[in-house]
């Protein structure tokens, strides 16, 4: 099993249509949580980080919930610039004083028609 | 954040030879990363460029395929030594930034390497 897991897609949506992505994550002792977002042939840019009590951005709604080890990220009144790969990004502590790991999901492709 | 930029952004290499990918940082930083991402693939964390001492590692990367040198805290150099077509991929370099949520990471524009 992977340890972040997202529905790769494609999600093909109109303009304007509200679209959710989901992410699960394996290592409960994990503590930071990142949406970014990839365009193709891009290097991947931070859209937001997630906070525990969730979180918004304009357009962008993150949720996280820590007992199901899930997270989410809503986008509202897509536009066809959000078109993208929306990678979820997961901080993955380590022990012995090393710095903590991003573990990377495989991304959720995301379309956008007009 | 801070502003990163990497040398070359992208090269066609012929196996067997060596090359060495810059990333520069417009700002002190303490933590730098070297990425990869293969073809479809999502990001893979190759090694920690530590300044002054030798790279951080991860699992199934060794220093003398990827020699790492970081001499200050805005500059470090990943070398892919050696190569093969399955080492064509692109390289990314990151910095940390501490945040509320602990650090998170930016990207620099990556290295296309492709090898033949």
């Known amino acids: 099993r992977k340890e972040v897991e997202q529905d790769p897609g494609p999600f093909n949506v109109p303009e304007g249509a509200t679209v959710a992505f989901n992410c699960t994550y394996s290592n409960s002792a994990s503590q930071s949580f990142f949406w970014y977002r990839q365009d193709c042939r891009k290097e991947p840019k931070l859209l937001m980080s997630v906070y525990s009590s969730g979180n918004e951005d304009g357009r962008f709604t993150a949720q996280l919930n820590r007992a199901s080890q899930y997270i989410s990220l809503l986008i509202r009144d897509s536009k066809l610039s959000d078109s993208a790969t929306y990678l979820c990004v997961v901080n993955r502590p380590r022990s012995g004083g090393a710095t903590n790991k991003l573990i990377f999901g495989t991304g959720t492709l995301l379309a956008v028609q007009p | 954040s801070a502003v990163i930029s990497q040398k070359p952004s992208r090269d066609i290499c012929q196996r067997g030879t060596s090359l060495t990918i810059q990333c520069q940082v417009d700002?002190?930083?303490?933590?730098m990363f070297w990425y990869r991402q293969q073809p479809g693939q999502s990001l893979t964390l190759i090694a920690t460029a530590n300044q002054g001492s030798e790279a951080t590692y991860e699992s199934g990367f060794v220093i003398d395929k990827f020699p790492i040198s970081r001499p200050n805290l805005t500059f470090s150099t990943l070398t892919v030594s050696n190569m093969s077509p399955e080492d064509s991929s692109i390289y990314l370099c990151?910095?940390?930034?501490?945040?509320?949520?602990?650090?998170?990471?930016?990207f620099g524009p990556g290295t296309r390497l492709t090898v033949l």
């Open positions: 990151s910095v940390g930034v501490f945040a509320v949520v602990g650090h998170e990471q930016f």
């Open positions: 700002s002190q930083v303490t933590m």
